[in-house]
Nanobody, 123 residues
């Protein structure tokens, strides 16, 4: 059983930056594809970014060029560096772990989820 704990959320002004972290335990971190999803108030969960076991990354069009996903296998942690934040980035951000190398933008491809960390961007 993999446990995921997100941190780093908070309140930030539009144009600012935040770095989210997700610490994993209970599994072999390097064997998992890691993803970030978000859910805004009144909306469904949407894909943000994913990083594969070998470091390849994918992004949603809405965040490409502003967000960067990275992982540290020695620390069992995945990060999401968010810059040029907009009010529409306001959401609860969830970390997820899965063993699929494809379809990584699909929530159903992930086996484990964290509890989420809230990001609020004020305009």
């Amino acid at each position: 059983q993999v446990r995921l704990v997100e941190s780093g959320g908070g309140l930030v002004q539009a144009g600012g930056s935040l770095r989210l972290s997700c610490a994993a335990s209970g599994g072999t971190f390097s064997s998992y594809t890691m993803g970030w999803f978000r859910q805004a108030p009144g909306k469904g969960r949407e894909f943000v970014a994913a990083i594969g076991r070998h470091g390849g990354s994918t992004y949603a069009d809405s965040v490409r060029g502003r967000f960067t996903i990275s992982r540290d296998n020695a620390e069992n942690t995945v990060y999401l560096q968010m810059s040029s934040l907009k009010s529409e980035d306001t959401a609860v951000y969830y970390c997820a772990a899965g063993q699929s190398d494809w379809g990584t933008a699909i929530a159903g491809r992930y086996d484990y989820w964290g509890q989420g960390t809230r990001v609020t961007v004020s305009s």
